[in-house]
């Protein structure tokens, strides 16, 4: 079975500093993992995904997540924020691959803050 | 990927009324799925709508509560019947597959329930 933990609920940051959001997940066997991006009273947007290719995945607006498999862990990072990065993320898990992905695990959601 | 317009993106309703949410893709899709949000929660999925068959409902979600229409592979609508303040959530749909899914998910805007 699938799961996701997403290891802190909130995390603040002041702005031009580095951001590293954490993520471990739990699957049967590889899966495929994205991180996605909700900021207020908006749709969720697709920041990056892992489906098996390279292990360091560049997703949009300098985020990046390294997919490690002995560590079961796929954590988000970006090495300067901005005001704009305020919003909520959410590390997913799949049960699938390739064209046929099936249902997502959502993880329960890091909340960030960035501090003028 | 596919775009998905889903309606309406919020309303407030009375409890013991019904109320009827539509995601329109712009393409055929393989998979739609359907999500509630509770306020300050992570995605919980609700079930799995299948095109031409019954809907495939996760553990504590009934049909009865949560009835799903999938007529075609552009096309589904989640009823909340029976409303509940409990029932106040954001509910998205979400699609996977299909020639312009590049092999990802998208996600409906959300409609932000309200229940008086």
């Known amino acids: 079975a699938q799961s996701v933990t997403q290891l802190d609920s909130h995390v603040s940051v002041s702005e031009g500093t580095p951001v590293l959001l954490r993520c471990n997940y739990s699957s049967s066997y590889s899966p495929s993992l994205f991180w996605y991006v909700q900021h207020p009273n908006k749709g969720l947007q697709l920041l990056l995904k892992?489906?098996?290719?390279?292990?360091l995945v560049k997703g949009i607006n300098g985020f990046e997540a390294e997919f490690k498999k002995s560590e079961t862990s796929f954590h988000l990072t970006k090495p300067s924020a901005h005001m704009s990065d305020a919003a909520e993320y959410f590390c997913v898990v799949s049960e699938g691959r390739g064209s046929t992905l099936g249902r997502l695990y959502f993880g329960r959601g890091t909340q960030l803050t960035v501090w003028p | 990927s596919a775009v998905i317009s889903q309606k309406p993106s919020r309303d407030i309703c009375q409890r013991g009324t019904s109320l009827t949410i539509q995601c329109q893709v712009d393409s055929q899709v393989t998979m739609m799925f359907w999500y509630r949000q509770q306020p300050g929660q992570s995605l919980t999925l609700i079930a799995t709508?299948?095109?031409?068959?019954?809907?495939?409902?996760e553990s504590g979600f009934v049909i009865d509560k949560f009835p799903i229409s999938r007529p075609n592979l552009t096309f589904s609508t989640l009823t909340v019947s029976n409303l509940s303040p409990e029932d106040s959530s954001i509910y998205l749909c979400?699609?996977?597959?299909?020639?312009?899914?590049?092999?990802?998910?998208?996600f409906g805007s959300g409609t932000r329930l309200t229940v008086v």
């Open positions: 709508a299948n095109q031409g068959s019954e809907a495939t409902y």
């Open positions: 892992y489906t098996s290719a390279a292990t």
């Open positions: 979400s699609a996977q597959g299909g020639l312009n899914s590049n092999y990802g998910y998208t």
